[in-house]
């Protein structure tokens, strides 16, 4: 397993990989992280910015939520450096222990595994939200997804594909009317056994999210989250300028079809070339569609959304990826002040949202297509 969090600093950009984990060999996937394998730490780094107001840039890493994560703070000292990237971390480990499907004492695993639970503030927002942006990509994005990607095997590693016979039977339980939601007393039950709910399509955009605030709150001048792809910037670099945030190609884990220019947003992206496996020469992605219990089948490779709020960005990167090209494209032109877009066909011709024009570069590679912005 390739575990990093692609920051590749090449050209002073930090690149971007799929939202949904570690990067895969070229035939599978590798194994989840055992309950003692994660979350890991990596020392603290610190470098000297060049910028006078915020001379310190401190870097870290950190293994957890199935990827590897990225952390990148200006400030004026050590000790704040030391204080936001040492709170970033502790909140990535507390989401983790609570919302992760494979820790049997998670939230969300006693929630799968009873049916039935009362949850948390943060588990009641994310279902909360789950259920808003379900409703508004009609039901491309569906939390109730997890027994068909445990089925698969994206959950515990030990892939297989499922027969039709499996999916009928499991494509039942993946409907979120029958998840019954009290959001004033934050309880939560299934009306089928067997159902469960896998926030993996939308948690880390959370994380980066409250990292934001915990940078806010720890006197981070400007600074940057990468977890596993799902790209956030604080702010912008020091002197004003905004941040440079590469966007994989999906076909060289090494190179990247575009730079967005942005600051203060959210920046990530799903695709289907990181987390898969194969078999019978079939390649197999991680990204089920609700509508058929299998892997997303249309010509899209990547979707990146661009906006302010992280939570919203990672589902909506989700969903877009199952609504395929046509259909990411009607989407966003149906609610076009809701967020940008990059998306990357499985051919690599790349297309953006206006608001993209003055901000996407591409070095060495023809100009992407301006997505009209009515049908």
Not at 64 to 87: C, L, S
Not at 164 to 172: R, S
Not at 313 to 319: P, W
Request: aromatic share 8%.
């Amino acid at each position: 397993m390739k575990n990093q969090a692609i920051a590749l600093l090449c050209a002073g950009c930090l690149a971007l990989s799929a939202c949904a984990g570690p990067a895969a060999s070229p035939e599978t996937s590798s194994p989840a992280p055992t309950e003692a394998e994660a979350p890991q730490a990596m020392p603290i780094e610190y470098t000297d910015s060049g910028y006078t107001n915020a001379p310190i840039q401190a870097d870290a890493d950190m293994y957890a939520m199935d990827t590897v994560m990225h952390f990148r703070v200006y400030t004026e000292n050590k000790t704040d450096a030391e204080k936001a990237i040492n709170a970033a971390m502790d909140e990535i480990k507390r989401l983790d222990a609570l919302l992760s499907t494979n820790h049997k004492d998670a939230e969300l695993a006693i929630l799968n595994s009873k049916g039935e639970v009362d949850l948390s503030d943060d588990s009641a927002y994310l279902y909360d939200r789950s259920r808003e942006i379900s409703k508004l990509t009609g039901g491309h994005f569906n939390v109730a997804i997890y027994p068909l990607v445990k089925a698969w095997g994206f959950t515990t590693q030990k892939f297989q594909v499922p027969d039709q016979a499996t999916i009928d039977k499991l494509l039942p339980l993946t409907d979120m009317s029958l998840v019954h939601f009290d959001k004033d007393k934050k309880t939560i039950r299934f009306d089928k056994e067997g159902m469960g709910v896998d926030f993996g399509g939308i948690a880390k955009g959370y994380a980066s999210q409250r990292i934001m605030q915990i940078f806010a709150d720890n006197k981070v001048v400007g600074g940057l989250v990468n977890l596993g792809g799902n790209t956030q910037l604080f702010g912008t670099k020091p002197d004003g300028a905004d941040f440079n945030v590469a966007i994989q190609d999906p076909k060289n884990e090494e190179d990247f079809v575009g730079i967005v220019q942005r600051s203060d947003c959210a920046i990530i992206t799903s695709g289907i070339y990181q987390r898969y496996f194969e078999e019978n020469g079939q390649r197999y992605h991680h990204i089920i569609d609700p509508a058929t219990g299998k892997p997303a089948d249309n010509s899209l490779a990547s979707a990146s959304v661009i906006t302010a709020d992280g939570t919203t960005a990672d589902a909506l990167a989700t969903a877009l990826m199952i609504m395929g090209k046509e259909g990411a494209i009607a989407f966003w032109q149906a609610h076009s002040d809701l967020f940008d877009m990059v998306l990357v066909d499985k051919d690599n011709r790349v297309s953006i949202t206006p608001g993209l024009v003055e901000d996407f570069t591409t070095p060495d590679r023809p100009a992407p297509e301006v997505i009209p912005a009515h049908a």
